[in-house]
């Protein structure tokens, strides 16, 4: 059985910041058409809710991105991002959102990527930022929640579209899961 998460941010409390942000944003955008972009799958429930507050005209448009950590010789991770975009960022009004910004690594990245293919501006919104956990410099103009100080390092953040091994996705909030608890139940279930 899965563990019940603890609370982080309630589902109004959600609801409140996203209704915050999605007048932010149409103010930054006003009289232009946003090209909202979500990284696939964890943005989407943010993606949804926040659209829907934004008073503008909006596309939608999904990215993947994977990372693929494979541990080197002497034991260090390397990642390798993968990404793939199936429609022109040209001359666009680029919103990306992102759903948690930890080390930066992968939002580098993608802003690298999509700047090359000259948006007329790029803007990023993140569910959760987290400055504490960054090894690249690198901000979202919003965020709807920000975690200063880094979390327990045996928690993960689930609900509200973020998921553990596809699981807890749909919850209304955002909660937090012990690592350990998890850890021990994949050990179980390959007995």
Same mark, same amino acid.
């Given at each position: +059985?899965?563990?019940? *998460? ?14 915050? $942000? ?8 006003? #009289? !232009?058409? /946003? ?11 943010? +993606?949804?809710? $926040? /659209? ?10 999904? +990215? ?23 429609? *022109? ?5 680029? $919103?990306?959102?992102?759903?948690? /910004?930890?080390?930066?690594?992968? $939002? ?9 293919? !000259?948006?007329?501006?790029? !803007? ?7 400055? #504490? ?18 979390? *327990? ?5 689930? #609900? ?9 996705? #749909? ?21």
């Amino acid at each position: +059985m899965m563990p019940k *998460p603890a609370v982080l941010f309630g589902q109004e409390e959600i609801a409140r910041r996203v209704r915050d $942000l999605a007048a932010e944003i149409a103010h930054a955008f006003e #009289g !232009k058409q /946003i090209c909202v972009v979500g990284r696939m799958r964890s943005c989407l429930v943010f +993606m949804a809710d $926040l /659209i829907r507050e934004i008073p503008l005209d909006t596309t939608c448009h999904f +990215m993947k991105t994977s990372s693929l950590r494979d541990p080197g010789s002497g034991g260090a991770a390397r990642t390798d991002i993968v990404f793939s975009a199936e429609f *022109p960022y040209e001359d666009q009004d680029i $919103l990306l959102l992102d759903p948690v /910004i930890d080390t930066g690594i992968t $939002l580098n990245f993608l802003l690298d990527h999509i700047r090359e293919r !000259k948006p007329r501006s790029l !803007k990023v919104c993140a569910l959760i930022d987290k400055p #504490g956990d960054r090894k690249i410099e690198v901000n979202p103009d919003w965020a709807a929640f920000t975690i200063k100080e880094p979390l *327990p390092a045996d928690s993960f953040i689930v #609900g509200y579209g973020l998921d553990y091994d596809e699981h807890y996705r #749909g919850l209304p909030y955002l909660g937090t899961i012990p690592r350990a608890t998890l850890s021990r139940r994949g050990t179980e279930a390959s007995k």
